[in-house]
C-alpha cells in the first residue's frame, strides 16, 4: 500500500509552536544580555539549542539527561574562575600600586627641577583655580607630548582645554576600577589632601624639607574613587577627607575595591609616602591616625608600626541587582523544563504519549 499524505509529508514544526519558540529566545537572549552584556548572547543561544535538541529528539527525557550531563560538565569550568578572577585581581592591585609609585617618582622629578612639589592648583590673576597638580607633572610621566596642548592661562573646562580630559594616562586610573566602580572615565583615583598642615597647602608647593615628622610619616597622594575629573584643580579638602579616610563604611570610604559577579569587595587603600613608597592601608583607621599621616608636622604620636600590623580584611556587599537577574536568567533557562515529561506530542502518530516516545527510542 502507499504512503499516506502524513507519513510521506516532512514533520514541521506548527506555526504556533514557532512563535512560541521565537519568543522564548528573545526573553532568554533579553535576560542573559543583562547579566554579561552582548556576551550573553553566547550561552543564551547554546541554551535554546539545546531544547531544541530535546524536543526533536525520539526519547526526550533520554536526551535530556543527556544534554543535562554536558551542561553540568560545563558548569564545572567556572569553578576554577575565582582564582583566576583572584590572579587577576592581584595583578591590578600590584598595577594600582606601580600607578602611585610612578606619581611619586614624577613628584621628585618636578621637585627636583623647582626645589619644591607642585602646587595642589594653578591660579589665575584672580586667584580662580585654573589645572591641577595632575597636569603639571604630565612632562615626568612620560606625557611630555600631552602637556603642551595645554593653555595653563586658561581654565581646565574651557574649549581649548576641556577635550583633553578624555586623554587621560592610564596612570591615573586604578586598573580595578574598570570592573564597574570607576565613576566616570575621566575620573582619576588618585587625590591629594589639601589644607593646612598637609603637603599640599594650595596654591603654594611644600618642600622635602617641610616634612618634620620625615618623608616616611608623611602621605603624598591617596588612592580615592572620589569622580574628581583628573584635570580639573580639585582634591580632597582635610576635613572631607578625614571623614572619608576614617569611615568605617567601606563604601562611603572610596578605597579599593573589586566586584565579582554576585559581590562587590572593599579592602582599604593605597597611599603614596613623602619618600616615594606606596603602602596599603586597610578600612576602619581611626581619624586620629589619618590627622597624623596626612601632617607634615605632626603633633598626634604617630605609631606607624601599629598601623602596620593592621590585618587587611575585606568587606563584602551583595549585588542585588545582579541576584535578581540572574534569578529570572535561570527561571527562563527552565521554563520548557516540565513540557519534557508533561504530555509531549510524539512522533508517531497524533495524541501519542511519552510512553510511545520511551518504548520507540
Known amino acids: 500500500m502507499g504512503d499516506s499524505p502524513n ?3 516532512p514533520q514541521q514544526l506548527p506555526i504556533r509552536a514557532l512563535l512560541m519558540y521565537v519568543a522564548y529566545c528573545a526573553a532568554l537572549i533579553a535576560a542573559a544580555v543583562s547579566i554579561y552584556g552582548p556576551g550573553g548572547i553566547v550561552p543564551a543561544a547554546i541554551i535554546a539549542f539545546a531544547w531544541s535538541s530535546v524536543f526533536q529528539s525520539k526519547n526526550r527525557p533520554r536526551m535530556f539527561l543527556i544534554v543535562s550531563g554536558l551542561g553540568f560538565l560545563l558548569c564545572c569550568v567556572p569553578l576554577m574562575l575565582p582564582k583566576v578572577q583572584g590572579a587577576r585581581e592581584a595583578a591590578r592591585r600590584t598595577q594600582c600600586r606601580n600607578n602611585l609609585k610612578q ?7 618636578y621637585h627636583d627641577v623647582f626645589d619644591s612639589f607642585p602646587p595642589a592648583y594653578t591660579v589665575d590673576e584672580t586667584g580662580r583655580p585654573l589645572h591641577s ?6 612632562p615626568y610621566i612620560d606625557s611630555s607630548i600631552l602637556y603642551p596642548r595645554f593653555d595653563l592661562s586658561e581654565p581646565w573646562d574651557s574649549e581649548k582645554n ?3 580630559l578624555n586623554e587621560m594616562p592610564d596612570l591615573f586610573a586604578c586598573p580595578s576600577s574598570t570592573d564597574g566602580h570607576v565613576k566616570e572615565e575621566t575620573s582619576t583615583h588618585y587625590v591629594a589632601v589639601v589644607g593646612e598642615g598637609t603637603a599640599w597647602p594650595g596654591v603654594g608647593g ?3 624639607g ?3 615628622d620625615g618623608t616616611t610619616n608623611t602621605v603624598l597622594v591617596i588612592e580615592c574613587d572620589s569622580g574628581i575629573p583628573w584635570t580639573e584643580p580639585r582634591d580632597l579638602e582635610l576635613d572631607e577627607a578625614l571623614v572619608t579616610l576614617s569611615s568605617l563604611d567601606a563604601e562611603t570610604a572610596l578605597g579599593h575595591s573589586h566586584e565579582t559577579f554576585f559581590f562587590e569587595e572593599f579592602y582599604g587603600r593605597h597611599v603614596l609616602l613623602g619618600d616615594g613608597s606606596v603602602d596599603f592601608l586597610t578600612h576602619g583607621i581611626d581619624r586620629r591616625f589619618w590627622r597624623g599621616i596626612l601632617s607634615i608636622d605632626d603633633e598626634f604620636g604617630l605609631d606607624w608600626e601599629r598601623s602596620e600590623r593592621r590585618e587587611v580584611t575585606g ?3 551583595l549585588r542585588i541587582d545582579r541576584c535578581v537577574k540572574f534569578a529570572v536568567f535561570v527561571l527562563i533557562a527552565l521554563f520548557p523544563l516540565p513540557w519534557v515529561w508533561l504530555n509531549p506530542r510524539s512522533e508517531y502518530g497524533r495524541g501519542g504519549t511519552m510512553t510511545d516516545d520511551i ?3
Open 7 to 9: 507519513e510521506s509529508r
Open 103 to 109: 606619581i611619586g617618582v614624577a613628584l621628585y622629578n
Open 133 to 138: 597638580w595632575r597636569v603639571l607633572i604630565l
Open 162 to 164: 576641556l577635550p583633553l
Open 206 to 208: 611644600s618642600r622635602i
Open 210 to 212: 617641610d616634612f618634620k
Open 315 to 317: 568587606q563584602r556587599k
Open 359 to 361: 518504548s520507540a527510542g
